[in-house]
């Protein structure tokens, strides 16, 4: 095996590390983009360095920009007084993809686990509180997955927020047990929210 056939071994191996390629679709995508070198290998490679360099995350809500502050943070349109809590960007993607909530989000990180031994602090949970103070909220939407983790999440947040004037709410029926939101369809992700209920 010369050292060319090597390189695009190392190629599909890692697009394979990717989600939802395995070696297989790897193998595809790379023929794919050599076949195409012009139209999407080159601007492709030129585009991951681009956002290699520029991707961050939103120093308000936590999601991943190519600014410090990202454009449903400093959109003009968004509703202010109503944040959805969800635990990933995965998770705020998906919401977005739903384009049912006209508010503003906060990204956790992650959810509380005394198994891997995360806590509070871990989280973007203080920053949370912080905001809440902060600014005008009315409402906090808890878009947690139906795990135990992230149960135990949102009714951490909830105490959390307990003596302030915000109301605070979670997603209703809809969202299967064990489920994640990244894995709901849109039309799943908008009924669980319209039906959201007090914690
Ligand atoms: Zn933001």
Known sequence: ???KTNKIEELIALMAKLPG???RSARRAVLRMIKKREII?????DMIQEV???????LVCGNISNDETCSICTSDVRVTGEICVVEDVADLWAM????VFKGRYHVLGGNLSALDGVGPEELRIPHLVNRVKGEEVNEV???LNATVDGQ???HYIADQLDDMDVAVTSLAQGVPIGGELDYLDDGTISA??????SV
């Open 1 to 3: 095996m010369d050292s």
């Open 21 to 23: 390629l395995g070696p």
């Open 41 to 45: 290998m080159k601007p492709l490679g």
């Open 52 to 58: 290699s360099s520029l991707a961050q995350e939103c």
């Open 96 to 99: 977005e993809r739903s384009n």
């Open 141 to 143: 939407i808890l878009a």
């Open 152 to 154: 135990t999440t949102a």
């Open 192 to 197: 669980a929210l319209n039906a959201r209920k």
